[in-house]
T-cell receptor
Framework: NAGVTQTPKFRILKIGQSMTLQCTQD?????MYWYRQDPGMGLKLIYY???????DKGEVPNGYNVSRSTTEDFPLRLELAAPSQTSVYFC????????????FGSGTQLSVL | DAKTTQPTSMDCAEGRAANLPCNHS???????VYWYRQIHSQGPQYIIH???NNETNEMASLIITEDRKSSTLILPHATLRDTAVYYC???????????????FGKGTHLIIQP
């Protein structure tokens, strides 16, 4: 019963490096989301997808890119990492259009030094 | 989406009922109330949601006032594992042309004391 799986769990990047955070779900959900959570704060939506081939920006998309080539996978790409991108990143999926019943992954803790 | 106000933190003794309040005085008629919680170092977990009537499931009960301007999440017999940040979210189920997820504020940090 895997649900939403995120890799890696931890990563340290140097300023200017790039990386891809992986997210995969095995529940056949059409809707997937990327959030970031800074210390002591709530979650902010970065990007979301309503199905394979369709993505859209959330509240804080700058510095990130996404793709959705399959229903299962929704990778988040960081280009030219900056210290402001130090955060915990959560991927989530949902079975329906509203997005209310979100299933979250366990998160990726990213530090940019 | 309507704005919510929650206390920053609360304590509750283990075995007692934990009552978490949420004010949403600007809620509109078609907005639902959702509760999620986030245990330390994990992703948020759905608890319950409702529109007007009180709701109960295996995790909790949700009491919504008649004027719908506030609600209370009740954990009937709190355990140490219920220590978490609890988020109260208000929104319309359908957000027009796309699914834009949920907006998570800072929530209430509930600490269950042994």
């Amino acid at each position: 019963n895997a649900g939403v799986t995120q890799t890696p769990k931890f990563r340290i990047l140097k300023i200017g490096q790039s990386m891809t955070l992986q997210c995969t779900q095995d529940m056949n959900h059409n809707y997937m989301y990327w959030y970031r959570q800074d210390p002591g704060m709530g979650l902010k939506l970065i990007y979301y997808s309503v199905g394979a081939g369709i993505t859209d920006k959330g509240e804080v998309p700058n510095g990130y890119n996404v793709s959705r080539s399959t229903t299962e996978d929704f990778p988040l790409r960081l280009e030219l990492a900056a210290p402001s991108q130090t955060s915990v990143y959560f991927c989530a999926s949902s079975p329906d259009r509203s997005g209310e019943k979100l299933f979250f992954g366990s998160g990726t803790q990213l530090s940019v030094l | 989406d309507a704005k919510t106000t929650q206390p920053t933190s609360m304590d509750c003794a283990e075995g007692r009922a934990a009552n978490l309040p949420c004010n949403h005085s600007t809620i509109s008629g078609n907005e639902y109330v959702y509760w999620y919680r986030q245990i330390h170092s994990q992703g948020p977990q759905y608890i319950i949601h409702g529109l007007k009537n009180n709701e109960t499931n295996e995790m909790a009960s949700l009491i919504i006032t008649e004027d719908r301007k506030s609600s209370t999440l009740i954990l009937p017999h709190a355990t140490l594992r219920d220590t978490a940040v609890y988020y109260c979210i208000v929104r319309v189920p359908w957000s027009g042309g796309g699914a834009d997820g949920l907006t998570f504020g800072k929530g209430t940090h509930l600490i269950i004391q042994p």
